[in-house]
């Protein structure tokens, strides 16, 4: 085995492995070369040749049952602090991003961080992603391992693009709020398609940096689609989060493939900003720590006929006994420095949970 991904669908209770026997994953230049294709995709947030768009070939496909254990409930993890360099590198950012943002360059930002914890020990990558698919009964799951990207581990609530070969679905999802004491035990919506809870206000801009995502998917995908239908936002739980959320359905227009369609959306909005080519490349000298798969997408493509592509959020890489924790929230010229930042850590709890009590005080 040379590559291997192993990932488990929301609400689903057993998990898929795919794995490459030989050689190494398929580099492919465009997003337009998944078209037809079949394997599992690993994307980065900008196609470089230092991180390419990889296809790991299907060689073995195995399908298990996750454990129904509850041990992960009382796990204590010590005490998290961030570092003060991490804070001040932060700040800048935001600064660069908010006057971009005042002078009218950008609609919408997403500023995003990197954060490293030092283990005790090496990590045990598989025995995460199975914690993490208890944790996270309502996220995509999925550990990647491949020598061109290293290794990752995802438990993302936000679908870039799913489907089997007729009906298409994608989702615009932004706006947060920590779930915080009693509330973190609210669960909405408890199963895959059960009515959302309506009694969770969001403020005004909240609902705009949604808005703006939902507009740009509907935007984008009307040339390529048809039959395209679209929700009201609603009120989703990722964790120890919510969000909003809008779905959209469709079908490919003739002529249309897959990789077009991901052409045009990636990177959303919900993970770039405003105009989205201008964003991207600002956000990439922007930012000081270089997002690499983060924000990105990945998930199986035609695997058994059926497409399950993810954002890469709420996720981590990991290096031996390092891991790297990343996460970003949508700014606007109202958005407030200390605020965006507790964003980043409410989103990064979610990985921090998942390492739990082998994270060290040094
Ligand atoms: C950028 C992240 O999340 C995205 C940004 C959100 C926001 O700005 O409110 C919410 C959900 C995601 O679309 C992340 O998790 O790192």
Redesign the pocket.
């Known amino acids: 085995m040379t590559a291997r991904a192993l990932f488990r669908l929301p609400y689903s209770d057993t998990y898929t492995i795919v794995e490459q026997g030989s050689g190494h994953p398929e580099e492919l230049a465009a997003y337009g070369a998944l078209d037809g294709r079949e394997g599992f995709v690993i994307a980065p947030f900008a196609i470089t040749a230092a991180e390419p768009l990889l296809l790991l070939r299907p060689d073995r496909i195995e399908t298990r049952r996750t454990t129904s254990e509850t041990e992960v409930a009382g796990r204590a993890r010590r005490k998290h602090g961030a570092d003060a360099a991490d804070r001040r590198a932060y700040a800048g950012d935001f600064a660069r991003c908010h006057s971009q943002l005042l002078a009218g360059r950008f609609a919408k930002l997403?500023l995003?961080r990197r954060a490293t914890e030092r283990m005790a020990r090496r990590v045990d990558a598989e025995q995460l992603f199975l914690r993490a698919c208890r944790l996270y009964p309502r996220m995509f799951v999925a550990l990647v391992e491949a020598q061109r990207c290293g290794t990752w581990l995802f438990a993302?609530?936000?679908r870039l693009l799913s489907g089997t070969s007729g009906r298409w679905h994608t989702v615009a999802?932004?706006?947060?709020q920590r779930l915080d004491g009693d509330a973190a035990r609210f669960d909405c919506p408890p199963k895959p398609h059960a009515p959302a809870d309506e009694t969770i206000a969001w403020d005004g801009k909240?609902r705009r940096?949604?808005r703006i995502?939902a507009d740009y998917i509907a935007d984008t995908l009307r040339p390529l689609t048809t039959g395209l239908s679209r929700s009201e936002a609603r009120t989703v739980r990722?964790g120890n989060?919510i969000?909003l959320r809008t779905d959209f359905d469709f079908t490919l227009a003739d002529g249309q493939g897959i990789g077009n369609v991901i052409n045009a959306l990636h990177p959303?909005p919900?993970?770039c900003g405003l105009p989205k080519d201008e964003a991207r490349r600002f956000l990439t000298t922007a930012e000081h720590s270089p997002r690499s798969y983060?924000?990105g997408f990945m998930g199986p493509l035609n695997i058994c006929n059926e497409t399950h592509l993810y954002?890469s959020?709420?996720c981590m890489a990991i290096d031996g006994d390092s891991c790297s924790l990343?996460?970003?929230?949508?700014l606007l010229t109202d958005s407030i420095e200390e605020q965006e930042w507790l964003?980043?850590e409410a989103?990064m709890e979610?990985m921090r949970n998942v390492i739990g009590d082998t994270v060290t005080d040094e």
């Open positions: 997403v995003a993302t609530p936000e999802l932004a706006g947060t909240n940096e949604q995502v990722a989060v969000h959303t919900a993970v983060y924000s954002v959020l709420r990343y996460a970003g929230g949508g964003e980043t989103k979610t």
